[in-house]
């Protein structure tokens, strides 16, 4: 049954990632990205945390779609950033793709926007291995909402921090967890690189960060900012 399953992930991301949408198509998932974190960073009671933001190695966007009757399956795509701790400093963004398979009663579908943070060096090396298991190689749990809320619970136990809205209607059992994975055919395609590998992107700095990014970047930074400055003003 294991092997059954693992087998229906793996074919789910080579479905998603062998024939990668066009650069239009792909601009379109960072400029989700952008209004997934507006959505989040919004609401003062519900908002992610200015400091875990700012805490934060590196932020996924995962767009993910579930659909299920009896066997179930989830697939999705998105983008993820790393930032530079010395200079804090977000990258350009990489594409990913993500998918997971269930088993037992279910029927139903729905869409899933998330923001994933990745709190820990360990996750963010991980992830530059092209893939990895959440909640395998890497803990994860819900992430505390708030503005103020990073304050009060000190550095994450998880590795990964989760905040998610769905739409549609799910009814069942489902496992939890899931692949995510470079979606190399379109980091290939967008940056116009046949040699181009996640690394690349995240951490070694040999992309130029693309003009549909910049909105994304100038909303992460103006939201850490405000954790920036209420810690600057309680010095």
Known sequence: MKKIKFCLIFIMIFAVTAFSDSNEELAGRIKHAEKTLKYFTDAPDSAIPCQLLHDANAVIFLRQYKLGFVL??????????????????????????????????????????????????????????SRFKIGGEISAAAGPVGREAGAKIGVPASGILIYSKAQGLFAGISFEG????????????FYNDEDIKIRDILTREKVEMPEVAKPLIKELEEYENKYKETHNNSD
């Open 178 to 189: 899931g692949v995510i994975a470079s979606d190399d055919k379109s980091n290939q395609k």
């Open 72 to 129: 179930g399956a989830k697939g999705g795509n998105g983008i993820v950033l790393a930032k530079d701790r010395n200079t804090g400093k977000w990258s350009p963004p990489a594409f990913i793709a993500t998918a997971e398979g269930s088993f037992g009663f279910q029927i139903g579908g729905k869409v899933v926007d998330a923001i994933l943070l990745i709190m820990n060096k360990e996750g963010l090396d991980l992830l530059l291995k």
